[in-house]
């Protein structure tokens, strides 16, 4: 069974770092892509970034250049390095991994807040 498993979110000023993982019950090879997501009050879920299997990472436009994504396959661990942060990423930020076989599958973390406040 697949379990995603996030730390590191809290407050943090504008301008500030964070770095968020996300440690994976299995291989990181198993899955097709492994992704963050956020989602903030009254906003729709956004995709901000995933990496594939392969380890190209993509980026929304929002956050390029600024976020980091990364993986430590030894670890198990997937991690968004966020820089130079704004009030508008504040969100809970939700870890996403696809596994894709017989039957395509997606499993989520549990989500992890991250405020940027001054």
């Known amino acids: 069974q697949v379990q995603l498993v996030e730390s590191g979110g809290g407050l943090v000023q504008p301008g500030g770092s964070l770095r968020l993982s996300c440690a994976a019950s299995r291989s990181i090879f198993s899955f097709k892509t492994m992704s963050w997501y956020r989602q903030a009050p009254g906003k729709q879920r956004e995709l901000v970034a995933i990496i594939s299997q392969g380890g190209s990472p993509n980026y929304a436009d929002s956050v390029k250049g600024r976020f980091t994504i990364s993986r430590d396959t030894a670890k198990k661990t997937v991690y968004l390095q966020m820089n130079s942060l704004k009030l508008e990423d504040t969100a809970v930020y939700y870890c996403?991994?696809?596994?894709?076989?017989?039957?395509?599958?997606?499993?989520w973390g549990q989500g992890t807040q991250v405020t940027v406040s001054s």
């Open positions: 996403n991994a696809v596994f894709e076989g017989l039957v395509r599958r997606e499993y």
